[in-house]
């Protein structure tokens, strides 16, 4: 028979794990508590699959996330469902006077821009500071209209808007231009050199061709003399033979 010190013992763990476990189920929030719940559903009864796999939760980010526009237009607000009203509050939210840049992919091009939001307009991000969100410069800004080209809802879209940013990264905004451009006037430089380069050897082909047609030309006048020469030895031959015939 247990002894009255080892129920008390035993009263004692079980009150401290029940405690123990409501501290825990209080610090979640409504979400992560409801997981739980459901968890501890499925592990108390087995049998079937989670409602997680079973049925995937959709949160109020992902809403965002695949409703968001980065201008939105009158047909975006045609149909207010549940969804649209929740993405065009969080919208109307954004301050779309200048724009936060995201330039961390900025040597291939890939520049994304976003709008401010309240805290960042109140710190002054974006407008007294430069609006790299990784660039915290204050001094030697600059605002820029820029043409953004961007894919959304599986159309191409443009629009231009303002970015203020310090000089360095303004560099980093047109890097992928600029070294275009650099990529072309060097392969405009290698095409003159090569260009120059084949004038220069056909040139000097034809002032060889000049040299041997001179040459050649001299060649043929020594000739000529040569057969003159000859031509006047046998005269001479001629004449001795036809004294010796008609003495």
Known sequence: MASFGSLKQS????????????????GLNAFDRHKKFLNDYI?????????REALPIRTDQDTLREGYRFIRTEEDDKYPSWEQRLVKRYYDKLFKEYCIADMSQYKTGKIGLRWRTEKEVMSGKGQFECGNKH??????????????????????KQALVKLVVCERCAEKLYYKKQKEKEKEESKLKETEKHRKKRDRNESDDEGDIAYSRSKDRRKGKKASISNADDKTEDDENFDECLEGMFP
């Open 43 to 51: 592990d108390y009864y087995g049998k079937q699959k989670s409602p």
């Open 11 to 26: 009263i004692f763990d079980k009150e401290a794990r029940k405690q123990q476990y409501q501290d825990y189920v209080r």
């Open 135 to 156: 660039c915290n410069k204050r001094d030697g800004l600059s605002s820029y209209e820029v043409n953004f080209s961007y894919f959304e809802a599986g159309e191409n």
